[in-house]
C-alpha cells in the first residue's frame, strides 16, 4: 500500500487520478481504519488529506453561510457556537456519531462518502439543503449532499474526484432544523431509522421545509412529499395541527422502502419512521420560534 501526504487538493487528485487499483482517501478513519483491519478493503493508495492547509477550518461564506472544511472532527463541529445555532439538527446528527473517541477524529465527509444508508450526520444536512464542492481531473463543481450517496457503500463521485468542503446555506430568520433516530441500544449503534427536518416560519405558517430519512432505503432520501404536508400548515397553540403531521407522516412511510435485519424489520421501521419524523417536526418547529429545547 502506498501512503500519500499531499499538501494540496490538486495533487490529492492527481495521485487520485493516476492511481490503477484500490484508493481510499483519509479523513478521520474511523471507518477505513476498521474496514482495512477487517480486510474489508485493501488499497493499494491511501491518500491522508487532513496535511492539505485550511482542512480544519470553518468559515462564514460571503452571503452568511457556513463552509466546513473536510477534517473538521465532530468535536469541533459540537464546540462551534455560530454551527451549533443555525442548525442544531446538523451538529446532534454528527454528535451520535460513535463515542467520544470516535467524535475526536469522524467527519462529516467521512460519513458522508462512506455511503451508508444509515450515516447519522447525512439526513441533517440534506434536509439543511448542504452542498460539496467536488475537485476533479475534470474541474471543479458543486454537489447536492443529496445527490452523493448512490447506494449502500457506494457514492456518486467519480474516478479520482474528491470533496474539498461542505457548505450549509444561509440560515435566515425564523428557522430551524432537528434530527432523532432510533437505535434498540442508548448509544454506539447503528440508526434503525434517522429523521431531519428542517422548516422556516412565515408568521405562524410553515413556508419552507425539506424532510430527508435515513436506514429505510438504499441511501438517505430527500422525501419532498413529506415536505409539502406541512408546508402552510397553520399553527395552533405551538403545535403542528394532528392533520399535517399525519399526512407528514404518511409521506414519510410511503417513501421508504426499508429491509427486515436483525435491528428491525421493515414493517417496525416504517412504523418508527412516521413517529420519528412528527417528533423532529415539533423540534425543529420549537426551534424556528425561538424555543431552546
Ligand atoms: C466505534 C464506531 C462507532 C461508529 N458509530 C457511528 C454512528 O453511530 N453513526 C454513524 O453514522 N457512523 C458511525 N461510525 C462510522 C464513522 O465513524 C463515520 O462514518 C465517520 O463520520 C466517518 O468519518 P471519517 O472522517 O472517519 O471517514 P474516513 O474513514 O476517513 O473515510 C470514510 C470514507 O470517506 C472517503 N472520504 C474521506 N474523505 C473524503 C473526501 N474529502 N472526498 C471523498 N471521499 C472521502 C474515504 O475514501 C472513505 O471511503 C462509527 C465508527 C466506529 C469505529
Redesign the pocket.
Known amino acids: 500500500m502506498r501512503f500519500h501526504t499531499p499538501k494540496t487538493f490538486e495533487n490529492a487528485v492527481a495521485i487520485a487520478a493516476a492511481a490503477s487499483g484500490q484508493?481510499?482517501?483519509?479523513?478521520?478513519?474511523?471507518?477505513?481504519?476498521?474496514q482495512l483491519r477487517a480486510a474489508m478493503v485493501l488499497p493499494d493508495d491511501l491518500i491522508d488529506?487532513k496535511h492539505i492547509p485550511g482542512v480544519k477550518e470553518i468559515t462564514r461564506t460571503s452571503d452568511g453561510g457556513w463552509r466546513i472544511g473536510?477534517?473538521v472532527s465532530?468535536a469541533e463541529l459540537g464546540r462551534h457556537a455560530g454551527i451549533g445555532a443555525d442548525y442544531p439538527g446538523v451538529v446532534e446528527g454528527?454528535q451520535?456519531?460513535?463515542?467520544t473517541q470516535?467524535q475526536g477524529?469522524?467527519?462529516?465527509?467521512?460519513?458522508?462518502?462512506?455511503?451508508?444508508p444509515?450515516?447519522?450526520?447525512v439526513p441533517a444536512m440534506v434536509a439543511a439543503g448542504a452542498w460539496v464542492s467536488v475537485i476533479g481531473p475534470q474541474g471543479v463543481r458543486d454537489v447536492k449532499v443529496e445527490d452523493i450517496p448512490a447506494g449502500p457503500g457506494r457514492?456518486t463521485?467519480k474516478a479520482g474526484?474528491?470533496?474539498?468542503g461542505i457548505t450549509l446555506p444561509p440560515r435566515g430568520a425564523n428557522a430551524g432544523d432537528a434530527y432523532l433516530r432510533f437505535i434498540p441500544r442508548t448509544e454506539?449503534?447503528?440508526?434503525v431509522v434517522g429523521v431531519a427536518v428542517n422548516l422556516r416560519l412565515d408568521g405562524d405558517r410553515i413556508s419552507e421545509a425539506r424532510v430527508a430519512l435515513g436506514a429505510v432505503a438504499p441511501k438517505i432520501l430527500l422525501v419532498p412529499a413529506a415536505a409539502q404536508a406541512i408546508i402552510g400548515t397553520m399553527l395552533d397553540d405551538a403545535a403542528l395541527d394532528d392533520a399535517a403531521l399525519d399526512a407528514l407522516a404518511a409521506a414519510a412511510i410511503a417513501a421508504s422502502t426499508p429491509i427486515s435485519d436483525k435491528r428491525g424489520t421493515a414493517e417496525f421501521r416504517k412504523d418508527i419512521v412516521g413517529v420519528l419524523v412528527k417528533r423532529a417536526a415539533r423540534i425543529a418547529l420549537d426551534r424556528a420560534k425561538g424555543a431552546t429545547k
Request: charged content about 10%; some cysteine; hydrophobic content about 50%.
Open positions: 484508493t481510499r482517501f483519509l479523513a478521520g478513519g474511523t471507518d477505513v481504519l476498521v488529506l473536510i477534517a465532530g454528527m451520535l456519531v460513535g463515542s470516535v477524529r469522524a467527519t462529516l465527509v467521512g460519513n458522508l462518502c462512506n455511503g451508508s444509515a450515516a447519522d450526520s457514492t463521485l474526484e474528491l470533496i474539498t454506539m449503534d447503528i440508526a
